[in-house]
C-alpha cells in the first residue's frame, strides 16, 4: 500500500519523482508561476506550445533536467466548471497513469484545494484525489509467475494544510483498502474464488475487526431453508455458502443497515447456458459480494460509532450437471413464497430472495442490496452507472448523497408496478424472469417480493462491477464498485 502523508511544504522546494500540479484553466500559469521561475518561464511557454490550456483533464508532462528537486513535472488542467466526486477521483486516476508510465515511485501533488472547481473544501478534494491516485495505481498479479518489477507508488504526498486533512487521508485509504480487496476477490478466478473461498476471505475480515460472523455450510444453508439459494448451487461441486458479518459500532446505534451482496462465483447460466461470448467475465458476477465485503473492511478500518452495519452474501455457483437445478421447478424461498423457474440463469435474483427474506428479519432501519444482476440494466444506463431502485425516499436520497460523496456514480430508476404482472405464473407465486422489456425493473420487482415492508434499495452494479476497459481510476477486470458509496452511506449515517 501507499503511504499518504502531507505537507505545507512549497512544490518547488520538493524532491520526489514525479510532481503533478492540479491547475485551473483560467490563470493555469499563475498558479505555477514558482515552478515556472525555476526554468526561466521555459515550463509555461513548453506547455503553451504543446497546447496546454488547463481545460479539464488536459495533460502536459516534461523532466525537469534538474531544474527542481522533482525529477518530472506533470500538468493536469482542472477546467472551469465544479468538478463532480467521480471527475476529482479521476484526475487522481491521470496522475496515477502518469507515475504507472514514468516508473516514479514517489510522487507528489499540489492544487489550488480552495477551488471552486475542486468543490471549494480542500479536504475532501485532497480526500478524493489521494483515492483516485491509489485506485488508479492497482494491479493483480496473482497468477503471473514472474511479476512485473515495474515500482510501485510507495510515497504520495499531498501538498496541503488544511482542517480534517488527516481524517480525510485515512478515509482515503480505508475505500482504497476495501476497494482493492473487493478487486481481488473479483480477479481471482473461478477455480481459486469459490463460495468456500468467499467464506474464508469473510471470516478474515471479521476476525481483523473483530466482527461476528456466521457461516452456513451446505448442510446448514438445507436445514435454514434457503431453498432458492441450494438451487442455484445445486449443480455445482463447490457447493454454496450464506455469510453474515456484523459490525456494531460503539456509542448509541443510530442507524442500523443490511449490506446484501451476490455471490455469484461463476455464472454459465446453467442450463439455460449462455452464448460463449455473454460467460466471459461471470466470475465477476459476485461483484455485489466483492463491494460488500470491500465495505466491511472499509467501515472496519474506519470504525464509525453509532451504526450497526450487517453483511451478508448468499454465494453459490451456477453450474451445469446431472445435479442442477432446472427450468420448470417450483421452489419454496426462505421468505415462504414459491417460485417458478423459466430461466436459469436469472440465478442472482434466487439467491437475493432468500437473504433479503432473512435480512428483513433483523428489524433493520434499512436494507441496501448489490448485484451484477441484469444485462438490460447495462443495455439502459451503459457501463459507467448502477441503477438504484428503492421502495422508500429518504433511503434513496440518502444514497444519492453517498453516491455524488464518494465518486460511484447511481442513477434512480423507476419501481414500476405495472411491470410486476409480467412476474405472475399459473403455477407459483411468481416465476424468475419477464419479458424482453424493462429487464431491469422486472429483477427489482422481483426481489421486492422478499423484504417484506423494510426499507429497501437495490442496486444494479452490472455495468461498473464488471470493468472491460481501462478508466482512470479503474484497470480492465473487477473494479470495485460499490465500496465507496456502501462506505460513504455507513459514515453518514454514523454522523445521523
Ligand atoms: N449475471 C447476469 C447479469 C449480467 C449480464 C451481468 C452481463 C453483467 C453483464 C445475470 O445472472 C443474468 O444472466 N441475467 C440475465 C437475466 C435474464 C435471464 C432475465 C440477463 O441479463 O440476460
Ligand atoms: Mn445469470
Ligand atoms: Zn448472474
Known sequence: MTQVTTTAQAPETLKTDLLVALVPQEGWDTEIAALDAAFDGQLSALARAEGFEGKQAQRFQTH??????ATRVLLIGLGDKALSSDLIRDLGGHAAKAIKASRAASAAVSAPWSH?????????????VAEGVQLGSYRFENHITQPSKAPRLEQLTLLLDADGVADSVKRAAAVVAGTYLARDLGNEPPNVCTPAFLAEQASAIAERHGMSATILDPDAIVEKGFNLLMAVGRGASDKPRFIHLTYTGGGDIQHRVAFVGKGVTFDTGGYSLKISGSMANMHLDMGGAAAVLGAAEAIGRLAPEGVEVHFIVPTAKNNISEDAYTVNEIIKGYGGKTVEILNTDAEGRLLLADALAYASELGVDAIIDLATLTGACVVALGEHYSALFSNNGDLTQALLTASSESGDRLWHMPLDDRLRDKLKSPVADMKNVGDR?????????????????????????AGPAINEQDLPTTPKGGSGAGVAVLTAYALNAARG
Open 437 to 461: 422489456w424493462g429487464g431491469a425493473i422486472t429483477a427489482a420487482l422481483f426481489l421486492r417480493e422478499w423484504i417484506g415492508d423494510s426499507n429497501w434499495a437495490h442496486l444494479d452494479i
Open 116 to 128: 471552486a472547481t475542486l468543490g471549494g473544501d480542500p479536504a475532501n478534494a485532497a480526500r478524493l
Open 64 to 69: 525537469t533536467f534538474g531544474k527542481l528537486p
